[in-house]
């Protein structure tokens, strides 16, 4: 499945009162390569194993696949992932008919907030927030599997 996704850092905490739902990830990567990651979550009790393609150029769309995995599964893969794994906490909201995710990140990303939304189409519309900040949506350092290698705490602000 392709995904087209737009990144967006965040300027305020206000997405927390229009919330309808948040959950706890812990997430570790036993692939870091852009071309082929393969991701292992912990949300809550469930366990995920995601396996993303390269990014097109101006980090819109990617290939994605995942499959639900068993709580102790992923427990064990986060054991064998490469350095750095992430902590966050994702909180969901409704922007007309679509769902922004927006992960607060603990550890060694605390401070930052970034929120993503999957469109339909590459050019689709939705409504913004106040609370949405800069696009930054195709800018490695705010991939995941980036922030594990080269945590937002080392970045020279």
């Not at 995710?101 to 603990?106: H, L, M, S, T």
Request: with cysteine.
């Amino acid at each position: 499945m392709i995904e087209i996704e737009r990144k967006y850092l965040v300027k305020s905490s206000n997405y927390k009162e229009e919330a309808y739902n948040n959950y706890s990830i812990k997430q570790g990567f036993l692939n870091s390569d852009p071309e082929r990651t393969v991701r292992v979550r912990l949300v809550d009790n469930k366990g995920i194993l995601t396996v993303k393609g390269l990014s097109s150029d101006d980090g819109l769309t990617r290939y994605e696949w995942e499959k639900e995995i068993k709580k102790e599964e992923a427990m064990s893969l986060l054991g064998l992932c490469e350095k750095g794994i992430i902590d966050k906490i994702r909180y969901e909201i409704k922007a007309g008919e679509h769902i922004i995710e927006v992960d607060e990140f603990f550890g060694e990303n605390d401070g930052l907030t970034i929120a993503e939304i999957e469109l339909n189409s590459i050019d689709e519309k939705f409504e913004k927030p106040l609370w949405l900040g800069k696009e930054v949506t195709g800018d490695i350092k705010y991939y995941n599997s980036q922030l594990s290698k080269q945590p937002y705490k080392e970045w020279k602000l």
